[in-house]
C-alpha cells in the first residue's frame, strides 16, 4: 500500500523557467509533508516542509502548495536552476503511538537543463 | 556542528551471515531513524530509538534489530542476510522530527552475494 506516490519518475526543465514536481497522498493522518533532495552518493537533504493545516509555505525560491481535499501536494522550483538537478523525494509524518512515522514516496528525478 | 555520519560506506556480504552497520548522530538530536531504500525506491522505514528505546518500527521482520547508546550513536544488525537486503541502509537523526524534518547520513551501500 503506497501511502504517498510521485507518478513522474522524472522531470526536466529549462535553466530560468519552473519545475513543478507532484505528490499525491491516501492517508489523511499525516501531519506534515516535507520535501528532500537527493544528489548520487549523499543522503537526502531536507528542503522544505509544510503543515497539514496549511496551504503554502515558501522558503527562497522553492514553494510547496497543499490541497488538502486532492490530497496532492507540489513543489515549485523558480527560477530552476543546474545545481538543482537530483531526484526530489516527498514525504509524510505522521505521529504513530508516540514516534514521528516519515513515509516517503519513490523520488522524481529533476534534471535542469543550461 | 557535525552532520550524521555512517560506516561502513560499502560492504558486501554472504547469503546467511549477519551485518552491524554504524551511525554517528547529529550533535543535540536523540532521535534516530534507520531507513532501507532498495534500487529505484523511496526509503522504507525500519525502526527508531529515541533516548534508547525502541519507540517505533516499520514493516521488517524481527532479524532487523538496533540499538541506541547513551552519546545517541546507533547501530542496525540484520542476521542471516537474504539476498533481498541489497539495499543502500540509510540512518536519519532528529531533535523531533515534525516541520523540521530529519539529517540523514550518506548511507551504508549492502550488496549480498
Known amino acids: 500500500d503506497q501511502q504517498v506516490k510521485q507518478n513522474s519518475p522524472s522531470l526536466s526543465v529549462q535553466e530560468g523557467r519552473i519545475s513543478i514536481l507532484n505528490c499525491d497522498y491516501t492517508n489523511s493522518m499525516f501531519d506534515y509533508f516535507l520535501w528532500y533532495k537527493k544528489y548520487p552518493a549523499e543522503g537526502p537533504t531536507f528542503l522544505i516542509s509544510i503543515s497539514s493545516i496549511k496551504d503554502k509555505n515558501e522558503d527562497g525560491r522553492f514553494t510547496v502548495f497543499l490541497n488538502k481535499s486532492a490530497k496532492h501536494l507540489s513543489l515549485h522550483i523558480v527560477p530552476s536552476q543546474p545545481g538543482d538537478s537530483a531526484v526530489y523525494f516527498c514525504?509524510?509524518?505522521?505521529?504513530?503511538?508516540?514516534?514521528?512515522?516519515?513515509?516517503f514516496g519513490t523520488g522524481t528525478k529533476l534534471q535542469v537543463i543550461p | 556542528e557535525t552532520g550524521v555520519t555512517q560506516s561502513p560506506t560499502h560492504l558486501i556480504k554472504t547469503r546467511g551471515q549477519q551485518v552491524t552497520l554504524r551511525c554517528s548522530s547529529q550533535?543535540?538530536?536523540?532521535?534516530v531513524s534507520w531507513y532501507q531504500q532498495a534500487l529505484g525506491q523511496g526509503p522504507q522505514f525500519i525502526f527508531q530509538y529515541y533516548r534508547e528505546e525502541e519507540n517505533g518500527r516499520g514493516n521488517f521482520p524481527p532479524r532487523f534489530s538496533g540499538l541506541q547508546f547513551p552519546n545517541y550513536s546507533s547501530e542496525l544488525n540484520v542476521n542471516a542476510l537474504e539476498l533481498d537486503d541489497s539495499a543502500l541502509y540509510l540512518c536519519?537523526?532528529?531533535?523531533?522530527?515534525?516541520?523540521?524534518?530529519?539529517?540523514f547520513g550518506s548511507g551504508t551501500r549492502l550488496t549480498v552475494v
Open positions: 514525504a509524510a509524518d505522521q505521529n504513530s503511538g508516540g514516534y514521528q512515522k516519515v513515509t
Open positions: 536519519a537523526s532528529s531533535s523531533g522530527g515534525g516541520n523540521y524534518g530529519y539529517t
Open positions: 550533535s543535540g538530536h536523540n532521535t
